[in-house]
Structure formats: C-alpha cells, structure tokens
C-alpha cells in the first residue's frame, strides 16, 4: 500500500513511490567529487598565493574587524559580531600575515564553489552540471574579490548560499531538518550582516505567493524563526543595548554611497559578471518556468524577489551576489541536457570557454595581482570606468578595494616619528587620534611594533570604543581637519605629511598634526562626537 506524507513545504512527498504534487523531481545524480574538489581547491590554492606575493597590503576595512576582535564585546557590538570572532580566532592560531589574515575568506571561497556544485546535483545536474556551476562561481571576478578580502561579505554569501540549498532540500523532500537547516544559516546571517534581513524577507514572500505557505501551519517554519533568532542573539541584543546604532549606519550609507546607485546602475552592475550573468538568467528562468524544475519554484521566486528588493532598496549592484551560485547551478542543470542534441555540445562547451575565457581576462579585478600603475593601465585599456567607480560616485585609477590597501604602513610609520619625537612627559600624556575607522585601525595593527598606544577616533565604531583613560593634553592626530582641532585645540601645529598616490583621494595627502591645551577633556566631549564618520 502507497504511504503518502504531506510535505513541509505544502508539497505532497510521495514515500512509497511516485511523484510530489509540484510534478515528477528529477533524479539526484552522482556527486562529480573528483571535478568539484579539484575546482574549490584551486579556488583556496589561488587566494594563498595571491596573498603571500601580492604588491598590495591589508584593507582599511580588514583594519576595522581586527581591532574589533581585540576589543570583542559579543553582547554590545555595534555591528555584527561573527567577524570579530573569526579574527580573534584566526589571528590566535595563525598570526598577522596577509595569508593568515584572509584564511578563513578564502576557506569560504572554496567553500561556495562546492556549494555552487552540491545544488546544481539537487536540481538534477550531472557531471557537467556541477563542474559548469563550480566554475563559475570560481571564474567571478565578484566572489574572487569577496573571498580575497576580511570582510563580512563572503560570508554573508556563504549563509545565503546555503540557505538556498537547504529551499532546494526542502522543495526536494519536505523534510523538517530542510526548515532548521533554513534557520540555521539566517542565523549565521544575522551573526555575520543584517542584510541577511532581505534574504528572510524574499524567502517569506515566496513562500507566501506559493503552495508552500500551507507549511506555515505547521510547526517547523516557526522552529526555523526561533533558530535563526537564537544563533543571531548576540547582534540582536547588540542593538537593543546600544540604542539600534543600525539605524544611524543605514542612514548615513543612504546618504553617502547608495544615493549615488539608481536601478539603471544596479541593474547594469550585474552585467560585470559577464557571460555568467547569462547563465543566471537561464537559471532564474529555468526555475520559474521549466516542467523540469518546477518542484523547485519557490527558490527561483526567492531570488527574483531578493532581486526586486534590492533594487527598489536602492541597493549596491553586489548585495545580489549571494543568490547568483543557486542560479548558476540551475542554469547549469537546464543547460545540461543539451548534450543529447545535435549542437548540444557546442553550447555546452561554449558556455565553459566563455565562462573561464572571461573569468582570465578580469582575473586583475577579482584579486589584487598586478601592482597599482599596471593595475592602473589594465583597468584604462578595458574601459572599465565601473569596476573602479568608488562608494562615492568618482571614478579613480584603480578600484576602490585596492586602493584601500595602499599606504597604511608609511601612515603609521610617520605617526610613531612624531610620537616619538615628543619630549618624555609629553610622551606620557599623548593621545593618538585618527579621524577615521582606516587611519585608527592601521595604527592599532602595525602600531604595537612601532610603540604606539592604541588609537582613538570618534569615527563609526571606534566611537563605541571610547576616548581612553587619558584626557588629551596632547594629542598626535592623523587625518583630522587642522580647523577641528584650532576650534578644541590652544595650539596647534604641523608636525609630518604622508603621501600615498595611489590611495583612495582622502589619504593621498594626510597631514600629521599635534595638538596640545585642550578646551574641555576627551572625555568631556565624546558623547556629542558620537555619529561622526
């Protein structure tokens, strides 16, 4: 006798034999291991090498997460504490080499290209399948760039990917460990970046415009809430401790960096992913449309409404990034059964030369390989204003990412001459102030060597840090306008300059100035610095 089991994601699982009610699933092929492992271990193969000879050094916004691991607060962070941790972490067993610093990205990296892969076999991918989706997560000059960075982004991708197989896991068996599974990476999410919150928010929409919102009855959607809520707690609590400073970081990113992003330039943002853009498209479309993969809609209907989210979010071109493995790997899958036709090998064929083809000649752009004047004459022979437009608006010489690399240990070098140029009992009372989250955490990362004290700056969340013990009676500043400190400052004088050339516009010319008789105390003033960039 045939048993049937209602499915969890309102869909009919048929245990005894048969089809569900979305229509027949199509059959879970092999794992292509052999194919898949080689690629994502070319992928971590890639990012090592990279970082143990490139001519570029650690990011300001890597700066940033370490210095939040030193001072790790997991209860009252103003950000999402899971990068902390993971720096904390990684720092104590492998030390401050770039390497070492970027580990745990590149481990995602790889990581998403297996996932790429372990997709395209749910949605019935074979060999070719798998490998195509692997590889062009592998070939992205997007995920080459997130996964060569510390930074929350790659991550973030990571938690998205996987809660897009586990929609796929569900759609396939309905099971309630597909729910958790769900759960468990929007918790992960909420650990990592609150833009986890648009992928939430797409998953419900689909569910609710599908037959699986008759899984809401049941008590496994709700099990998956209560486990993402309880594993993102700690960035929840933050927030509520800390008077939902989100709120304030939302704000002044709208006004500064996505005031500049319109729907035309997220949409033509996405073409940056090149041939593997088609790919996606024929995945998003293979998913809401193709007999084959129509179990499997409620997946493509979350990526096309993350999509709209995003765009009417005014969102920057690569917060999409995360659903585009899942569409990869239903492309893939779709394209995959052309093989048994008359120019099917020629299209799939074609498909991978043009993928990797693409994924060579932007490989400049995805890791920082060539150094900043033949990065610069790279980036003018493509034409390729876009990819070195920064957060900003202005187009610069080299991409935004590898400027931000550039000229941070001349910086803290020329802070710790004047520092140390101070007579002994000035020395003792000095303050190091930077006026942003960069300036402040190169002198925390390279200062211990250069015997400097941990900085102090107002800037984001180096604001929740706090001014220090010492009140400021002297005070070695990089990076602060000189008509800020004249107004809080008695005297006020010129002590270096730092010229980095190929840095971001803001820190090509950085004067080092030293302060001293202040107006009121560092202590004194802080509450109204709060906010302050």
Known sequence: MQRIQTGLAGTAVFRGGGPPAGGPLPARPPFAAGVVLALAALALALHVAVNLWTPYGVHRDEFLYMAMGERLRLWSMDFPPLIALVSLFQRG????????????????????????????????????????????????????????????VVLDQLWWTLGLLALVALCRTGSPRAWIGLGAACGLGLLTKFSILFFGLAVLLAVLATPHRRALRTPWPWAALLTALLLGAPSIVGQLRLGFPVAGQMSDLQETQLAHVGPAEFVLGQLLLGPAFGLALLGAGALLAARALRPFRLVGWSCVVAFAILLLLRGKPYYLGPVYPALFAAGAARLEPLGGRAAGPAARWGAVALVLGYGLLVLPMGVPVLAPARMAAYTARLGADEANRTNTGAVERLPQDYADMLGWPEQAAAVARVYHALPPAERARAVVLAGNYGEAGALDFHGARLGLPPAVSAAGSYWFFGPGELPGEVVVAVGVPEEDLRRAFRAVRPAARVASPWSVEEERDVAVLVAEGPQRTLQEVWSELAGRN
């Open 93 to 152: 067993l492998f030390g401050d080499s770039l390497a070492a610093i970027r580990l745990v990205p590149a481990l995602a990296g790889a990581a998403l290209v297996a996932l790429a892969a372990a997709i395209a076999r749910e949605l019935g991918g074979g060999r070719f399948a798998q490998g195509l989706a692997a590889l062009a997560v592998l070939a992205s000059p997007l995920f080459l760039r997130a996964a060569n960075l510390f930074q929350p």
